[in-house]
């Protein structure tokens, strides 16, 4: 039921670069609505990560970095570790829906 | 540091109402400049926003709105949930999170910032 699309999953090696689109639509992402980004780690509750597109909160590695480019948004990590092998999930506002919204998650994988 | 915690039963039978409680430390949830929020992930799956309550209202996941009551107690520092006529399909981890404004503007969004360790809630038939 999300309207947040994401890969179900992305691998990389560690020191590698991956990135995670999440793709929504003109009454979401495309309207101009922000962009959140967390992470899971397996087991536990999700955890802020990326906030109005771009910015990380503290405490957060300057490894992990978001972006948008029209009805999508981005999140890139670089210098892959193995602490973040997680599930990551996006999250905006449906207009047509009036409903907070999340991505469909995107598993990531440190080969 | 701000600390949520969600309580209530872990097993709730088809057809019933489903209660939770958050209890908020480290802070306080009255005024105007946090919103307080439920979201579910249902056993191998994503997330889902069920709902949000904040000092002047609520806002419900359109879909869940009929069964769907939230409200704060401030004199106790907690906000609760309560989800009726439920189905084995709202079975999940119900996680209670607060919201934050970063900035203003009309497509600007409270982010999930702080958030609960979630409790795992069962229902049977």
């Known amino acids: 039921q999300s309207v947040l699309t994401q890969p179900p999953s992305v691998s990389g090696a560690p020191g590698q670069r991956v990135t995670i689109s999440c793709t929504g639509s003109s009454s979401d992402i495309g309207a101009g609505y922000d962009v959140h980004w967390y992470q899971q780690l397996p087991g536990t509750a999700p955890k802020l990560l990326i906030y109005g597109y771009t910015y990380r909160p503290s405490g957060v590695p300057d490894r992990f970095s978001g972006s948008k480019s029209g009805t999508s948004a981005s999140l890139a990590i670089t210098g892959l570790q193995a602490e973040d092998e997680a599930d990551y999930y996006c999250q905006s506002y449906d207009s047509s829906l009036s409903d907070y919204v999340f991505g469909t998650g995107t598993k990531v994988t440190v080969l | ?125």
């Open chain 2, 1 to 125: 540091q701000l600390q949520l915690q969600e309580s209530g039963p872990g097993l709730v039978k088809s057809s019933e109402t489903l209660s939770l409680t958050c209890t908020v430390s480290g802070g306080s949830i009255s005024g105007s400049s946090f919103y307080w929020g439920w979201i579910r992930q249902p056993p191998g799956k994503g997330l889902e926003w069920i709902g949000s309550v904040y000092y002047s209202g609520t806002f419900y996941k359109q879909s869940l709105k009929s069964r769907l009551t939230i409200s704060l107690d401030t004199s106790k520092n907690q906000f609760s949930l309560k989800l009726s006529s439920v189905t084995a399909a709202d079975t999940a981890v119900y996680y209670c999170a607060r919201q934050y404004y970063y900035g203003s503007g009309s497509y600007i969004l409270p982010s999930f910032d702080y958030w609960g360790q979630g409790i795992l809630v069962t229902v049977s038939s």
